[in-house]
């Protein structure tokens, strides 16, 4: 206990939790985690940590809401929109459904990490993020903090880098399967708790979402087998049709950066796999905290939650849209001309406006 008040102190971190209702070995992990995942100290050059593209006020996105997020380094960005990391401890190994003919599962947009762990240690190392060069950098610098004595005291002593990365990561993994990240405290469960009455146009939003906007197909409504909860995805892969973003930064990142195709065109799942029936397939994400998480799309292509709700209902009948970045995988069974009108959407939005978390009665 004493050990937890010093270093929440030395953070300036405010932890009332400190009075122990789980065990103190976790809770300090999580502890550690939090301090790691807030340290800007540790990217190269210093100024950016974790919580820089996962803001604890923007439902764990971007905290600068940006298109893509800027690395450490200045001009380097990413080629997509970070993802919250809300309720991702829910998110499965990636794995093929034979019975359903498709990909579920896995971490980031194109399900290239099974787990949070191996997720976290990620950015660290990828130069249009933390810009590291190796895992030594990393852990020398975790060696300077002020809670290194903390992580030898949870994980032991240790000199092998390769040991003291995973337990860097571990912390952070923790951390994100908090309560913190995962609390399950908006208007939408205290309705389901019999606690808050959705009001008519929250109520008729959610009407929609279930049959008429066809939402429920893929951000369901059934219980999460691990989480216990409904998490308002089936974490499976689908082509939405989003256009090329012309604004997306990282077209204008030098050549050693460039992650996407020659011709600038994301094959999302497809890379991964190595299957082009899945080109320009990106994770289906929770609609949890969504109204705090904009832009929307992978590429950060809809600056409003009413501006994808509108896609997702005309793009197949509005000739502004530009064409999809990969067209041949694009999904038209399920949106693009779902007949909903103007205050149809606004109701639609309402809904999902009840999907963010803090709600107090």
């Given at each position: 206990?004493?050990?937890?008040?010093?270093?929440?102190?030395?953070?300036?971190?405010?932890?009332?939790s400190c009075?122990?209702?789980?065990s103190?070995?976790?809770?300090?992990?999580?502890?550690l985690?939090?301090?790691?995942?807030?340290?800007?100290?540790?990217?190269?050059?210093?100024g950016?940590?974790?919580?820089?593209c996962?803001?604890?006020?923007?439902?764990?996105?971007?905290?600068?809401?940006?298109?893509?997020?800027?690395?450490?380094?200045?001009?380097?960005?990413?080629?997509?929109?970070?993802?919250?990391?809300?309720?991702?401890?829910?998110v499965?190994?990636?794995?093929?459904?034979?019975?359903?003919?498709?990909?579920?599962?896995?971490?980031?947009?194109?399900?290239?990490?099974?787990?949070?762990?191996?997720?976290?240690?990620?950015?660290?190392?990828?130069?249009?993020?933390?810009?590291?060069?190796?895992?030594?950098?990393?852990?020398?610098?975790?060696?300077?903090?002020?809670?290194?004595?903390?992580l030898?005291?949870?994980?032991?002593?240790?000199?092998?880098?390769?040991s003291?990365y995973?337990?860097?990561?571990d912390?952070?993994a923790?951390?994100?399967?908090?309560?913190?990240?995962?609390?399950?405290?908006?208007?939408?469960?205290?309705?389901?708790?019999?606690?808050?009455?959705?009001?008519?146009?929250?109520?008729?939003g959610?009407?929609?979402?279930?049959?008429?906007?066809?939402?429920?197909?893929?951000?369901?409504?059934?219980k999460?087998?691990?989480?216990?909860?409904?998490?308002?995805?089936?974490?499976?892969?689908?082509?939405?049709?989003?256009?090329?973003?012309p604004?997306?930064?990282?077209?204008?990142?030098?050549?050693?950066?460039?992650?996407?195709?020659?011709?600038?065109?994301?094959?999302?799942?497809?890379?991964?796999v190595?299957?082009?029936?899945e080109?320009?397939?990106?994770?289906v994400?929770?609609?949890?905290?969504?109204?705090k998480?904009?832009?929307?799309?992978?590429?950060?292509?809809?600056?409003?939650?009413?501006?994808?709700?509108h896609?997702?209902?005309?793009?197949?009948?509005?000739?502004?849209?530009?064409?999809?970045?990969?067209?041949?995988?694009?999904?038209?069974?399920?949106?693009?001309n779902?007949g909903?009108?103007?205050?149809?959407?606004?109701?639609?939005?309402?809904?999902?406006?009840?999907?963010?978390?803090?709600?107090i009665?």
């Amino acid at each position: 206990m004493k050990h937890c008040i010093i270093f929440c102190i030395g953070l300036g971190i405010l932890l009332p939790s400190c009075r122990y209702h789980k065990s103190p070995a976790k809770h300090q992990k999580e502890l550690l985690g939090k301090m790691i995942f807030q340290d800007e100290n540790l990217s190269n050059p210093p100024g950016q940590s974790c919580a820089t593209c996962h803001d604890t006020g923007k439902g764990f996105a971007d905290k600068d809401s940006r298109i893509v997020s800027e690395g450490a380094s200045q001009g380097l960005f990413s080629a997509r929109n970070s993802m919250s990391i809300c309720y991702t401890k829910y998110v499965p190994e990636l794995y093929y459904d034979a019975e359903e003919e498709t990909y579920v599962g896995g971490l980031f947009w194109d399900g290239r990490t099974p787990n949070l762990q191996s997720q976290a240690g990620e950015p660290f190392l990828n130069p249009v993020e933390m810009g590291n060069a190796t895992k030594a950098d990393v852990v020398k610098k975790v060696k300077a903090a002020s809670y290194y004595p903390m992580l030898r005291e949870i994980y032991g002593e240790q000199e092998n880098i390769d040991s003291l990365y995973s337990y860097i990561t571990d912390a952070i993994a923790v951390y994100e399967s908090s309560k913190e990240i995962n609390p399950f405290t908006s208007k939408y469960d205290a309705y389901k708790k019999g606690k808050y009455k959705l009001t008519k146009e929250e109520k008729r939003g959610l009407d929609l979402f279930k049959h008429k906007a066809m939402c429920a197909e893929c951000h369901i409504l059934d219980k999460d087998p691990r989480a216990g909860k409904i998490l308002f995805t089936d974490h499976t892969y689908d082509n939405l049709g989003i256009p090329r973003n012309p604004d997306n930064p990282h077209y204008q990142v030098p050549s050693e950066f460039f992650t996407l195709t020659a011709d600038s065109i994301d094959l999302g799942l497809g890379a991964i796999v190595g299957k082009a029936e899945e080109y320009g397939k990106f994770r289906v994400p929770t609609l949890r905290n969504i109204e705090k998480t904009a832009p929307y799309g992978h590429n950060g292509y809809f600056a409003t939650l009413e501006e994808i709700v509108h896609f997702y209902n005309t793009r197949l009948i509005n000739p502004d849209y530009p064409a999809p970045e990969y067209p041949e995988t694009v999904n038209e069974d399920e949106l693009g001309n779902l007949g909903l009108t103007p205050q149809e959407e606004q109701e639609l939005v309402a809904f999902m406006k009840t999907l963010t978390d803090g709600f107090i009665r």
